[in-house]
């Protein structure tokens, strides 16, 4: 079957850094999504990869391995608002997204 | 602002009502999407048009009925539901269905079925 993992929930502190992990198990591979979603809101696109290596974007940045299926997203100089959930989705063959169930994470002062 | 539209944001529904959700996108997009996120799961996609035309049906029960009569709107139809469809019914839009585009997402309907 296919599968996406990440975290439940992360905590971190405004001005810190974090690092978001996604693995995932389908079938075939279009490319890696993020997306940040704030309660109540629509998810909004972060980033793809689709080559292995680090995709950097401002604060944020992305980093796919395809042979390890895994991937990350790294936020750094943490804000308040940064508070939200993230999702990675994989788009496989048939170029449906496969999602992950979110990663919530909380900034703290 | 995404470009995607939906209405009503909230709906609350006895089992026996019958009701619609609207979405609409102002991008010139060809391919449009229901999903289905429910708290702590993954979003679950419902059904897939790309140029007015259902390419996906992902097992959905036929009291969910979708429609799309142009690019740029869709509708779900709903009738006889069950408690446990209470969900954030999603819309997003992309340039089409083939392809990796990014999907870009309505506000979404906070669905409950009493």
């Known amino acids: 079957g296919q599968n996406i993992d990440q975290p439940t929930e992360m905590t971190a502190t405004e001005g810190a850094i974090v690092q978001i992990n996604c693995t995932y198990q389908?079938?075939?591979?279009?490319?890696l999504f993020w997306y940040q979603q704030h309660a109540g809101e629509a998810p909004t696109f972060l980033s793809y990869?689709?080559l292995d290596g680090l995709e950097e974007k401002g604060r944020f940045s992305s980093f796919l391995s395809r042979s390890k299926g895994y991937s990350y997203l790294l936020l750094k100089e943490l804000q308040m608002k940064d508070s939200a959930s993230y999702l990675c989705?994989?788009?496989?063959?048939?170029?449906?997204?496969?999602w992950g169930a979110g990663t919530k994470l909380i900034i703290k002062p | 602002e995404t470009g995607v539209t939906q209405t009503p944001r909230h709906l609350v529904m006895g089992m026996t009502n019958k009701k619609s959700l609207k979405c609409e996108q102002h991008?010139?997009?060809?391919?449009m999407y229901w999903y289905k996120q429910s708290a702590k799961k993954p979003l679950e996609l419902m059904f897939v048009?790309?140029?007015?035309?259902?390419?996906e049906n992902n097992s959905v029960p036929s009291r969910f009925s979708p429609e799309c009569p142009n690019s740029s709107h869709l509708f779900l139809h709903l009738h006889t539901l069950q408690p446990e469809d209470s969900a954030l019914y999603l819309c997003?839009?992309?340039?089409?269905?083939?392809?990796?585009?990014?999907?870009?997402f309505g506000p979404g309907t906070r669905l409950t079925v009493l």
């Open positions: 997003a839009s992309s340039q089409e269905a083939a392809g990796a585009n990014e999907q870009f």
């Open positions: 991008l010139g997009h060809n391919a």
């Open positions: 048009y790309n140029f007015k035309e259902q390419t």
């Open positions: 389908t079938s075939g591979f279009n490319g």
């Open positions: 990869n689709v």
């Open positions: 989705a994989v788009m496989d063959s048939n170029y449906q997204l496969i």
